[in-house]
């Protein structure tokens, strides 16, 4: 190589990349007060302690990444079935449907083997992490419950869940589908 090269640079005069924020953060080099001149180790010593720092903040920066990417992969694997199971519930509602309507004759064999269908529907659920959302008898939750309607009821305390119109499921701790539900109202007072 020719050294009179305009374009090629030496290891010398190679230039290093440096960061604006933490040149500015860096305090200057202590000048020694009878020569003007800045004491090389202090500057040296300054510099240590920025690359110190930056590797510290990029090691926790490192570390936060690696959790929260943990945490979300153990997320996807926990809800990966989830647009498989909210798809589900609409055929398992009918299902159910078919099997009131197979009830009406318990020793048919249509019915001894949906019936065997059903427990298996609900094994695969219930291994999938899948619960059915309580609600009949029990205060109405809008987080879990969606009311589709209210009766009258001097029999059962105003807010509570009467029927399920619809069952509802979470899967582990999330909500797949909210029970549809009839809620009590107290019966209105007729004018004498």
Not at 2 to 23: A, G, H, I, Q
Not at 26 to 51: C, G, I, R, S
Not at 158 to 177: A, Q
Request: proline content about 6%; overall charge negative.
């Amino acid at each position: 190589m020719n050294s009179s090269d305009p374009d090629v640079k030496t290891e010398e005069e190679e230039e290093v990349p440096v960061n604006p924020e933490l040149s500015e953060e860096t305090p200057a080099a202590e000048v020694d007060p009878e020569t003007d001149e800045q004491d090389p180790y202090a500057a040296l010593e300054q510099d240590v302690l920025k690359w110190k720092e930056l590797a510290m903040r990029t090691a926790a920066d490192l570390e936060n990444f690696r959790k929260r990417a943990a945490r979300e992969r153990e997320e996807s694997v926990r809800y990966a079935n989830q647009s498989l199971l909210e798809e589900l519930l609409p055929i398992l509602d009918n299902f159910e449907m078919g099997m009131q309507a197979a009830a009406q004759e318990k020793d048919s064999m249509v019915f001894v083997g949906m019936d065997m269908v059903r427990k298996q529907l609900n094994e695969f659920l219930s291994g999938s992490g899948v619960t059915e959302v309580p609600a009949e008898g029990l205060e109405f939750d809008p987080n879990l419950h969606e009311a589709v309607s209210q009766e009258e009821s001097s029999e059962v305390e105003e807010g509570k869940v009467i029927r399920v119109v619809r069952r509802g499921y979470t899967l582990r701790d999330r909500l797949l589908r909210p029970a549809s539900v009839v809620v009590s109202k107290s019966p209105e007072a007729k004018p004498d």
